[in-house]
């Protein structure tokens, strides 16, 4: 137990570490000037020896490197070249919106896309199966910014029921805060939904096939007893660890949704970042976004450990 | 040569029986005769610009024209020869560059199979689209950065397979036996196990090409894709989104495109991966 959890933690660091560098590497190490890069082709050159002096480009990368990463672990991320502010505190304001907008997307997708694959995943192959498949296929294959295009098309510009832009306004009430969120957590939860769905769908058609499974049916419990009590708890583990590993995929879905419907969350602030050259507020961001989604999936990782038995078993017998 | 030609028209007609594949295919191949066709059947030149700008649909632009005056139905089918010859290319890189690494590490196996997986694993959790932001801020947007920064993102995935591929195929007797003959490992590895895993891998290529088209689809919606003026359906949404509710066409047209294109790859693999089941 205490094995484990210390092997999850020292892959996470690791991982985190090796990530750290290949950011670093290519986001400073690659481009010739990076100062120059930042301020753009019409700098004056002062200005230009003046960044690169405050970003102490002089000096050779793997002390550069060292310096940066000593900074992080003391929460100092260094300071954007475009906003003159901390990173640390530009992405701690972004990071809390961006987990609110996929929290929220979390809470939509997740039932419905559990629902929607469990009643495919027992009548397979039937009608119902058949129209969920296609359904959840469809979802799959539009792209994130295709459905929003289609979703603001149709429910703000035509049916006129919720706006297409989500600036958070502060003075807004409850209300007209949750009419603003509706179609970018829409959109979010859409482009996980089908991926949810199929999951789930293969995963309660294999329990459904198993021979205790058949042991009940043949014991005569109701069909509902046996999917409730017998089905189901198998059934998840397995598109449980999917969504989690899926974190990826929706990093990149918050990021689209964010600059759709102009959001400012983390994922806005990176791409402005990498538009406007913000060296330090681009590896700064990208990192803290790639630990939120390295944590995450360790998360799951020890969920999974306790949900699931036979994991537990499997690693003591070892 | 005739009998080769044979199995593949059989293992075509085999594909098309399902419904939703033949579906996918007809969608599929519709838009590649578009690509090869844009000159000929597109009314104007993609750059061309005309007199009256975010005019909506009439008989001379039957999709209106964009910002700039441009005519969007031209735009949209130009701009599919970007996306049937970038993503192929690119998930043909993607293999090419992850293959070797998941041959290697499912046949050698030992340590450098964990080291190679470690670092497999360390890649997978990086999440992709910071990878191609990163990669092409550094380089700057351009065909060939688009393209290699999608390959470089498709190594972790493709190799994962391939090794497990491969060991599934390792103890076979086949192998076995090419080995007790005394053959050399490159033999063995491209001669005997490689014509044999090459099926799967190519269903899984077909579902990829399709996350290809939705990576430059994605790139050129953020304004990082290929460069301006190339009609590119990703771009194309970018630059309408300002306009989206006084021309809603310049946006939707090529967000439809773009969707049933990958609708179709993925019906099309999805028949792919039943019929290889079946068998």
Same mark, same amino acid.
């Given at each position: 137990?205490t ?21 670093? +590497?290519?986001a ?16 004056p ?5 003046d960044?690169?002096?405050?970003? !102490? ?18 929460g100092?991320?260094?300071?954007? *070249? ?20 996929a !929290?929220?997307?979390f ?9 929607l !694959?469990?009643?495919?995943?027992i009548?397979? %192959?039937?009608l119902?199966?058949? *129209? *969920?498949?296609?359904?959840?296929? *469809? ?10 295009i ?6 703000s ?8 832009v989500?600036?958070p306004?502060?003075?807004?009430g ?10 970018? /957590? ?15 769908r ?17 014991k ?26 899926? /974190?990826n ?11 759709? +419907?102009?959001?400012p ?6 791409l402005?970042?990498?538009?406007? %050259? ?27 450990y ?13 | ?11 075509f ?19 590649i005769?578009?690509a ?16 009256a $700008? ?5 008989l ?13 139905m031209?735009r ?16 043909l ?17 030992? $340590? ?7 670092? @497999?694993?360390?890649l997978m ?17 351009? @065909?060939?950065v ?34 007790? $003959?005394?053959e050399?490992? $490159? ?9 044999n ?18 990576a ?21 949404i ?9 021309m ?7 967000a ?20 290889a089941?079946?068998?």
């Open positions: 137990m094995a484990f959890l210390l092997n999850r933690l020292g892959t996470m660091l690791m991982t985190m570490l090796v990530i750290s560098m290949l950011v670093f +590497f290519i400073e190490v690659v481009p010739v000037d990076p100062a120059r890069s930042a301020l753009g082709p019409y700098a050159q002062e200005a230009v020896d960044l690169r002096d405050r970003m !102490g480009l002089d000096r050779p990368a793997a002390v550069r490197y060292f310096d940066w990463i000593t900074g992080i672990l003391e100092d991320f260094g300071e954007s *070249i475009h906003y003159q502010r901390p990173v640390g505190d530009l992405v701690a304001v972004r990071v809390q919106r961006s987990l609110a907008l !929290g929220l997307g809470v939509f997708m997740m039932p419905l896309g559990l629902a !694959g469990c009643i495919a995943g009548t397979e %192959n039937r119902p199966d058949r *129209i *969920i498949s296609l359904i959840s296929s *469809i979802f799959v294959s539009v792209p994130s910014f295709a459905s929003g289609f979703l603001i098309v149709i429910f510009l035509w049916l006129g029921w919720f706006p297409g989500s600036m306004d502060p003075d807004a409850i209300f007209d805060a949750a009419k603003k969120l509706i179609l970018p /957590v829409l959109v979010l939860a859409l482009d996980e939904i089908g991926y949810l769905a199929r999951m789930t293969v995963s309660m058609a294999e329990v459904m096939h198993s021979d205790y499974i058949r042991t009940a049916v043949l005569g419990i109701s069909r509902w007893q046996v999917i409730w009590r017998h089905a189901l708890r198998n059934a998840l583990i397995a598109p449980f660890t999917a969504i989690m590993l899926h /974190v995929w929706l990093i990149g879905g918050v990021l689209v949704v964010e600059v759709l +419907f102009n959001y969350g983390l994922g806005r602030l990176l402005d970042a990498a538009m406007r %050259n913000d060296i330090t507020l681009l590896m700064g961001g990208t990192l803290v976004l790639t630990f939120v989604a390295v944590a995450t999936q360790v998360l799951a990782d020890i969920g999974l306790f949900m699931n038995p036979r994991i537990r078993f499997e690693r003591a017998a070892r | 040569m005739m009998l080769r030609h044979d199995r593949l028209r059989g293992a007609a085999e594909l098309v029986k399902t419904p939703n594949s033949a579906v996918g295919a007809a969608i599929v191949v519709f838009w005769l578009v090869v066709a844009a000159p000929v059947i597109a009314p104007y030149t993609p750059t061309e610009m005309h007199d $700008r975010l005019e909506g649909p009439s001379k632009h039957w999709l209106g024209t964009d910002h700039l005056a441009r005519d969007v031209s949209l089918f130009w701009g599919t020869r970007t996306v049937v010859a970038l993503a192929p290319l690119s998930v890189l993607g293999i090419l560059l992850a293959a070797p690494l998941g041959l290697v590490s499912g046949y050698v196996g030992g $340590r450098l199979d964990t080291l190679i997986m470690r670092g @497999v694993d360390i959790s990086f999440p992709t689209l910071l990878i191609y932001i990163l990669i092409i801020t550094s380089f700057g947007p351009s @065909v060939i688009v393209v290699i920064s999608i390959a470089l993102g498709s190594i972790p995935p493709i190799a994962r397979i391939v090794r497990s591929l491969v060991m599934d195929v390792r103890s076979k007797d086949y192998v076995s036996a090419a080995r007790l $003959r005394g050399r490992r $490159r033999f063995i590895l491209l001669r005997e196990i490689l014509p895993v090459s099926g799967p891998i190519v269903v899984d290529a077909t579902i990829r090409i399709g996350y290809a088209i939705m430059i689809g994605a790139l050129g919606f953020l304004g990082l894709g290929i460069p301006p003026p190339t009609p590119d359906w990703g771009g194309m970018n630059e309408g989104r300002p306009w989206i509710f006084a809603p066409w310049t946006v939707l047209a090529p439809a495109a773009l969707s049933s294109m990958v609708v179709g790859l993925n019906l099309f693999a999805d028949g792919m991966r039943e019929n089941q079946l068998r």
